[in-house]
């Protein structure tokens, strides 16, 4: 039997070290200029601390101004705090961007708190009963439908890729000329993956006004559903909460052609919230799920008086998968589980349009054709000067291809809130704090349940504060700020392999010293 010394520690980490300095290569004049201006006037220790302490954010918003603490029930002031008291004069705040590619250290923040969100409605934790693990639980992804023969990386023989894009008589051509097949074998990052084979051909305009009412497809999904599942367990829809509960979290990832698909976990629990016993097995769930995907449409209204209405509805490739039929059928050798479908769910909470571009643009090309179709028909909406039309704002958002809704949402009964992960988080940091300063050790005792308590609080901050902007104050700043994060980065991803490599061998009968 082997034995194992310990877990992994920090100083086993090979970039902990002063030979191992952070990666500030290539960086621009103006960051050079900035690093050297800290250390001339001694203020980089300041930054430092300044910068941990909003977590190497690299868009921080800036504050001026001063707040007191006083204790509701005697009036006392607990305590004052004013900005001229932090390190450099300035409240520094994280941006808090959900975006990975605006801020790659509150995205992994925003990224860990959707995986503990999602993870406590599968396994139970966060307030969360853990017999939440025996119900049905269901992978559900719903697609876009097809405005266009598009350029794909198919699988074969079990791989990702390797099989022909669109494999079709290659005299064949369409009213524009073009031909209808493309006989390549195209890898999943490959830049033309995504992009119409004819430009002309494809129906742009529909394809952004699918995206546009996407929202509203899923919300007409989950009231399906609902009456799906009462008229299977013969109730009324307005009694359905007497015998039975659906749940969900969701999210939105684009694909290569630019249009989102949804991922959802959905989850039955019996009437009395999550944990109680479920009136129906997996496959059952399934079957209504599926068959309310299928069912709904919704018709969208016109652009302008040139224009038609449009049905809308999913694709035709809607995938459910059961992860759960119920009674704790976990297989952890299985291809599915449900820790593995709530990391791949966090994982596209953070991404948006952005993800998908090139750092050559040219290279998307039907990307940018998508923005500018979505602003044209905001501008098509605003010259329809005698219907209100919806399409008004379609404009802001363009960047976003024209999808308007939230990445990541779930139901009220689902699992632990994001704002209550964030106000333990500041829980947490207040009673650390509080442990420093007094020299006294933090009680760990029934830490996450008063952490996670929704009492109310027994204190009052008063403050005046003022905006003084966002980003840090010079390109070096912001430069040292996205070394450490992506250190910290590198940090976190080694000590997930070593625990899980630790693990294994627990698994295989070894032992902790």
């Known amino acids: 039997m082997t034995t194992m ?3 992994p520690t920090v100083r086993e980490f090979p970039g902990f070290s002063e030979d191992v300095p952070l990666d ?34 690299a868009h921080p918003i800036r504050l001026t101004g001063s707040s007191t603490t006083i204790d509701t029930a005697t009036g006392e002031v607990l305590s004052s705090f004013s900005s001229t008291d932090a390190p450099l004069g300035v409240l520094y705040r994280a941006c808090g961007n959900r975006r990975a ?8 923040t925003y990224a860990r708190d959707t995986f503990a969100m999602i993870k406590s409605g599968v396994a139970g934790g966060k307030t969360v009963p853990e017999t939440v ?15 266009g023969h598009v350029h794909g990386s198919h699988g074969k023989n079990g791989q990702k890729s390797g099989a022909r894009c669109r494999p079709r008589d290659r005299v064949k051509v369409c009213d524009h000329g073009r031909r209808i097949g493309c006989m390549a074998v195209h890898d999943h990052d490959d830049p033309i993956v995504g992009t119409p084979l004819c430009a002309d051909c494809y129906d742009w305009t529909s394809a952004v006004v699918w995206q546009w ?64 016993p479920s009136p129906l097995l997996g496959d059952q769930l399934a079957a209504l799920v599926d068959q309310a995907a299928r069912s709904v449409t919704y018709t969208a209204p016109a652009v302008d008086d040139n224009d038609q209405p449009r049905r809308l509805a999913w694709g035709n490739q809607i995938d459910v998968r059961v992860v759960r039929a119920g ?8 291809a599915l589980t449900a820790e593995q479908v709530a990391g791949y769910l966090a994982k596209y909470a953070t991404k948006d349009a952005s993800s ?43 960047h976003m291809l024209g999808f308007r809704g939230h990445f990541s949402s779930k139901s009220r009964r689902y699992s632990v809130t994001l704002g209550a992960l964030r106000r333990a988080r500041h829980r947490f940091q207040q009673l650390a704090a509080e442990a420093r300063r007094t020299g006294n050790p933090l009680d760990v005792r029934d830490l996450e349940a008063r952490l996670l308590a929704e009492d109310e609080d027994t204190t009052l901050v008063v403050g005046e504060w003022r905006f003084q902007g966002t ?35 627990l698994a295989d009968g070894e032992e902790w010293v």
Do not use: M
Request: charged share 25%; glycine share 6%.
């Open 213 to 276: 009412w996407a929202p509203e497809l899923w919300r007409r999904t989950t009231i399906a559903l609902r009456r799906a599942v009462a008229a299977e367990l013969q109730v009324s829809e307005r009694h359905l909460k007497r015998v039975a509960s659906v749940q969900f979290a969701k999210v939105a990832e684009y694909q290569a052609r630019g249009l989102v698909h949804f991922h959802a976990l959905i989850r039955i629990d019996g009437p009395d919230g999550p944990g109680s």
């Open 24 to 57: 500030l290569a290539n960086l621009s004049p103006a960051a050079e200029a900035g690093i050297l201006a800290r250390l001339v006037d001694k203020s980089h220790d300041a930054f430092a601390q300044t910068a941990a302490g909003v977590g190497y954010c």
């Open 133 to 147: 693990a025996d119900n049905p639980l269901l992978f559900v992804t719903l697609t876009a439908p097809s405005f």
């Open 356 to 398: 998908l571009r090139e750092d050559d643009q040219r290279l998307r090309p039907h990307l940018d054709r998508l923005a500018r179709t979505a602003r044209d028909l905001a501008d098509r909406g605003r010259r329809n000067d005698h219907v209100h039309s919806p399409y008004r704002l379609l404009g802001k958002w363009a």
């Open 327 to 334: 009674s704790r059928t976990d297989d952890p050798t299985g």
């Open 5 to 7: 010394t310990s877990e």
């Open 471 to 505: 980003g840090w104050p010079n390109a070096g700043d912001e430069a040292l700020a996205l070394a450490a994060a992506a250190r910290a980065r590198e940090y976190d991803q080694w000590r997930a392999s070593k625990i899980n490599k630790f693990q294994d061998q």
């Open 101 to 108: 590619d605006v801020c790659p250290s509150c995205s992994r």
